[in-house]
Every structure is written in structure tokens, then in C-alpha cells.
DNA sequence: TGTAGACCAAT
DNA sequence: ATTGGTCTACA
């Protein structure tokens, strides 16, 4: 469940502790979470090298190390990555450490979905990367750019929202918010949106980011920041997650309905069909 | 072009 | 049985 304001979240931290310390080795205790290079090379070439900056690009932490090489960690549903200074025993289902030379860095992941990629930095060999749309909240994505894309869509709305090439960041959480609060529904046809209600929509998305970021990100099951605590977003949430309970405008209950494999939480009477 | 299944393990 | 981000498979 990171989502962009989770990741923004733990990025900001780890740029303030980790920037300059330098990684003197990494214990691999799942193979399967590094997906390039492997495993034995992954452990050989980044001993050593200096932490220069962290970044973000939609749900992606991207490491910039010394020597031209780059870091790739997508935390998926469940991933946790936690700086820490203490040296006990490691928490259930941590699959990856990377020891720095002061304090270690723990890659923890329930579902074992997350995935560490090292390359280098010049190239693009992380292909989820490459096809990733534009950062919303960035000049990169402007409203004739999203109003663009909805007209040239049948799809449903909240999947194209969902869409990491279409704009980069949103999960199930923010997708819900930000219908509504645009108060349109979810299964909405893209292309079936007014000019208004798309510019609504473009708004609600840089909004409801804005403010989970604000909140340092959304705990509901397994998230927790790169210092090990729970964002508070989660109180401050209008739908997702409460079905039955009333809408905070007209006080209906909160619908729950499956859509595209999805749990999908909205007012009935705020975002009609 | 768009939608369903696979991957996981705790609840 | 449910949970979901992303890739793969398929219509």
C-alpha cells in the first residue's frame, strides 16, 4: 500500500539520515526480492559505495550512488524499508539489510511483492521505470495533459487512475479520495467525464496527495515510515476503508463494491453513477 | 485495447 | 476467504 505520499514520506526521511553514509555491505536472506543483478553480484558491486541522494519517481525509491550506479527499491503492497541505529534482532520477514557504516537499513515485506533493483545509473533497465506517466504533483502534469487522457479512454475511471502510465504515484487509497473529491464515481467511463468534472478530478488528485504527504502517509495494515512509524492519514480518510460508516457531506453510508479486482469504497449519493 | 489471474501470508 | 501493485496471459 505505499502510494506516492508513503513513499515521498520515507524518501524525505532517508534523504535526511542515510545521504553520505556509505553501504559497507548487504545480507540477502530472500533472493527473490533482488530482481537485477544477481544475487551474488548484487552483493559484490554495491559494497562500498557512498549513498549520494535520495529520489522518488512515482512509487519508486531511487538511490544515487557513488560510481554511476543506482539503487532501485519498489516497496509493492506490504514492503517496509527502516533505518535504524540499533543492531538487535531483525523483525519477522526481513528479506534484505543493507549495513551502512553507521546504522543499517532493513527491506521487511509480509507478501514478499517488494523488489531491489541495482543498475546503472545512466541506463533504463528498470522497465516499470521507463513507462512510468508524468509525477502529479509536479509542472509535468498539467490539466490539458489529464483532461487529454480522459477523453481518449473507455476505460473505467478509477482504473485509469490507477494507471502508472498515465499519471505516476496513485494506489487504491488515493484513487478512491480523490473521486471523491471530485464526487464522481468510480465506474465511470473515462471518456463519459464533463470538462468540469475532469478538471475536478485533476485538482482532487493533487490534493488528496498533498495532504496524505501532509499526514506522513496512510497506516491501514502494514505501512510504517523509514523510522518505523505509522503515518495518521489514515484518520483523516473519507471513504476508503469505511464502508457503512456515513458520509462525512451527506451522511449516506459508504458503499463498498469490487472493481477491477479491487476494493472500492464510495458515496453513493456524493459520486452518483 | 482492456480485463482477469498469479504472486504471498497473516487475519 | 480476503487483502492489493504489478506483471503476464488472454480475449
Not at 502510494?3 to 556509505?22: F, H, N, S
Not at 549520494?52 to 560510481?67: A, E
Not at 475511471?157 to 499519471?167: P, R, S
Request: glycine share 10%.
Amino acid at each position: 500500500m505505499p502510494e506516492l505520499p508513503e513513499v515521498e514520506t520515507i524518501r524525505k526521511q532517508l534523504a535526511a539520515k542515510i545521504t553520505g553514509l556509505t553501504i559497507t555491505g548487504a545480507t540477502i536472506y530472500l533472493e527473490k526480492v533482488i530482481a537485477a543483478p544477481a544475487p551474488v553480484r548484487f552483493g559484490e558491486t554495491i559494497r562500498g559505495r557512498a549513498i549520494l541522494g535520495v529520489n522518488r519517481r512515482g512509487k519508486f525509491l531511487l538511490f544515487d550512488l557513488s560510481g554511476g550506479y543506482r539503487l532501485v527499491v519498489h516497496l509493492r503492497m506490504s514492503g517496509q524499508l527502516v533505518y535504524e541505529t540499533a543492531d538487535g534482532p531483525l523483525p519477522r520477514h526481513t528479506h534484505l539489510v543493507f549495513h551502512l557504516d553507521r546504522g543499517r537499513l532493513r527491506l521487511t515485506d509480509l507478501r514478499q511483492f517488494g523488489r531491489v533493483w541495482l543498475v546503472p545509473a545512466a541506463g533504463a533497465e528498470v522497465k516499470e521505470l521507463r513507462k512510468l506517466g508524468p509525477e502529479p504533483l509536479s509542472s509535468a502534469f498539467t490539466e490539458e495533459y489529464f483532461l487529454a487522457r480522459l477523453q481518449k479512454s473507455r476505460r473505467r475511471i478509477k482504473a485509469l487512475l490507477l494507471d502508472q502510465e498515465v499519471v505516476a504515484g496513485i494506489g487504491n487509497i488515493y484513487a478512491d479520495e480523490a473521486l471523491y473529491a471530485a464526487g464522481v464515481h468510480p465506474a465511470r467511463r473515462a471518456s463519459d467525464l464533463s470538462v468540469r468534472e475532469g478538471k475536478a478530478l485533476y485538482r482532487a488528485i493533487r490534493d488528496v496527495l498533498r495532504e496524505g504527504i501532509a499526514h506522513r502517509g496512510t497506516s491501514i495494515r502494514d505501512y510504517v515510515d523509514a523510522v518505523g512509524e505509522e503515518g495518521s492519514h489514515q484518520h483523516f480518510l473519507k471513504v476508503h476503508n469505511r464502508a457503512g460508516r456515513p458520509c462525512p457531506e451527506c451522511g449516506t453510508r459508504i458503499e463498498k463494491v469490487k472493481l477491477g479486482g479491487r476494493g472500492t469504497y464510495f458515496c453513493p449519493r456524493c459520486q452518483p453513477l
